[in-house]
Nanobody
Framework: VQLQASGGGLVQAGGSLRLSCSGSGRTLSLYVMGWFRQAPGKEREFVAAITRGSENLYYAASVLGRFTISRDSAKNTAYLQMNTVKPEDTAVYYC???????????????????WGQGTQVTVSS
């Protein structure tokens, strides 16, 4: 599976941005999809995840109510809609997929099998 994240850029605080993660090689409908981010000098952290049929969504507390994860199986793509962004959202955002992830592991980077290359999001104050 090859993943390509896109949509990052420079945005003012309070603005919006939509990230996309497109996949190739295999249908992404077989996988749980997640978004993680890594700010300079910090560890990679969980942002959001969506199960195969979109029946369950998971969010980090820091983005709950502001970010929305979704997926379009027909386009083999997942999205992260980022609203009301804050300077602390500045990071490289990575998408990832995992085939078999237990309920308690959606937040764990080690549970995901394939990763995209990351897209930079910079929020100016």
């Amino acid at each position: 599976v090859q993943l390509q994240a896109s949509g990052g850029g420079l945005v003012q605080a309070g603005g919006s941005l939509r990230l996309s993660c497109s996949g190739s090689g295999r249908t992404l409908s077989l996988y749980v999809m997640g978004w993680f981010r890594q700010a300079p000098g910090k560890e990679r952290e969980f942002v959001a995840a969506i199960t195969r049929g979109s029946e369950n969504l998971y969010y980090a507390a820091s983005v709950l109510g502001r970010f929305t994860i979704s997926r379009d199986s027909a386009k083999n793509t997942a999205y992260l809609q980022m609203n009301t962004v804050k300077p602390e959202d500045t990071a490289v955002y990575y998408c990832a997929v995992g085939r078999y992830i237990l309920d308690d592991d959606y937040y764990e980077a080690r549970a995901y099998d394939y990763w995209g290359q990351g897209t930079q999001v910079t929020v100016s104050s």
